[in-house]
């Protein structure tokens, strides 16, 4: 179970040293919640209401610090998830990294540490969120800076810093490491186990992002009371485009490892060779029952635990035992029933619920399917884990009567 985190003060007032910009009064609205017009869009974000911070999970290639995630960017959404973009072709910088060299250095700094381009152009990647996204915060616009001390790109300035400044505050990494949901190239995480532990800490919904299966972005919204560069962020839930991850089976890949095999978002399953000719028993499709080894293609077996072993050895014996419907079965070992956990992965252990089996003929079967998988094949004495959702590595089992 994970440890439930005490939800924190969902308002975040961040005060901070910003350029000479309007001051604005504090009984305003937060952005999207007005019921009336606000007329003042230097203390209103407007249309552009409904501020996302997003992050991003980079492993292929990997960017920023190995326990960190990074920023994508700080995006001003319209109040039903649609979005304006490149508005004002005149502010469209091509020399991001000089203003903030110039007018803030310490943000540039972090900047170059957890807002990396992952073809390694950070300067273009900045360019680009800054004039696709930040140009259309109403509230950076040059006319809402006081004449007499406003300089052109001063609200650049402005927008890294809260972008940077927001960042600070959700730290992804963190929260989820301390719920035991840490980058593995063999553990799967569900969908609801990864919300519940941002849930907590953000104290709304983040939108949860994937590429194929793997866990890549993060979108966290807010409403803003006064302007971007010194109102009051809010927390709250998300609108518009959801989360795109699978509901199970979501890995969160370490960054910096060389995997098995590329992480890209083709398909990239490692189809382990193709079974020898060694004989694998065939029989009717159907229940099994009675005692068996529990043998793997390529090679190795099935040992007590449910794990996958590859070293010499016996392999342990399963029972196998047909349920009412006589079509599918359940199996257990000497350390008890077998089942597939949430995570997908398969174990044999005392007090777990005996999951159902099928067998195709030749191979055994989970929910229809006779692949199963494992991050890697195992070496030496080591015990592979095998899942039932996708993995670098696929096998199937066969049964061998006793
Ligand atoms: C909120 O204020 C904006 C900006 O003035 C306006 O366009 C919008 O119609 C207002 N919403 C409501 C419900 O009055
Ligand atoms: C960045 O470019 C803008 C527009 O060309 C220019 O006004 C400004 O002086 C430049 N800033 C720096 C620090 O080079």
Same mark, same amino acid.
């Given at each position: 179970m994970l440890r439930r985190v005490a939800l924190v003060e969902a308002t975040l007032a961040i005060s901070s040293a910003m350029a000479a910009s309007v001051t604005c009064p504090s009984n305003l609205p937060f952005s999207c919640s007005n019921t009336t017009t606000v007329e003042d869009l230097c203390c209103f974000n407007a249309p552009g209401g409904d501020i996302l911070l997003t992050q991003f999970w980079d492993t292929d290639p990997s960017t920023g610090p190995a326990d960190s995630w990074t920023v994508h960017g700080l995006w001003p959404d319209n109040c039903d998830g649609t979005y304006e973009q490149y508005c004002d072709q005149n502010r469209q910088y091509t020399n991001i990294s000089a203003i903030l060299a110039d007018k803030a250095p310490c943000t540039l700094k972090t900047m170059q540490t957890y807002w990396k381009d992952y073809q390694g152009d950070d300067e273009s990647f900045w360019e680009h969120e800054w004039g696709k996204?930040?140009?259309?915060? =109403?509230?950076?616009?040059? =006319?809402?800076?006081?004449?007499?001390?406003y300089q052109p790109t001063d609200e650049v300035a402005d927008y890294f810093t809260r972008a940077v400044g927001l960042f600070k505050t959700l730290p992804t990494y963190d929260w989820l490491s301390a719920a035991g949901i840490v980058p593995s190239t063999s553990q799967t995480y569900t969908l609801a186990a990864i919300q519940e532990v941002l849930t907590a800490h953000h104290g709304h919904n983040a939108v949860i992002r994937c590429s194929g299966n793997q866990l890549n972005e993060l979108w966290y919204h807010f409403h803003v009371?006064? =302007?971007?560069?010194s109102g009051t962020f809010q927390a709250v839930d998300p609108v518009g485009s959801g989360s795109t991850c699978p =509901?199970?089976?979501i890995r969160y890949l370490p960054k910096y490892t060389t995997l098995p095999t590329t992480t890209s978002t083709t398909t990239t399953t490692t189809k382990t060779s193709t079974p020898t000719s060694t004989s694998v028993p065939t029989g009717t499709p159907g229940a099994l029952s009675g005692k068996g080894y529990v043998k793997v293609q390529p090679d190795g077996f099935m040992i007590s635990t449910g794990n996958w072993y590859r070293a010499s050895g016996t392999p342990a014996t399963f029972t196998a035992t047909p349920n009412s419907d006589d079509e599918t079965f359940m199996l257990k070992t000497s350390k008890g029933p077998c089942q597939v956990l949430s995570d997908d992965s398969l174990s044999c252990a005392a007090g777990l619920t005996e999951s159902s089996f099928g067998y195709d003929g030749t191979y055994l079967t989970y929910d229809g399917t006779a692949t199963f998988y494992a991050a890697s094949a195992p070496s030496g004495q080591d015990k592979g884990v095998v899942y039932t959702s996708e993995q670098a590595v696929s096998l199937q089992m066969y049964w061998q009567p006793l």
């Open positions: 996204h930040g140009t259309c915060i =109403s509230t950076l616009e040059p =006319s809402c800076y006081a004449a007499a001390d009371q006064g =302007s971007v560069q =509901s199970t089976g």
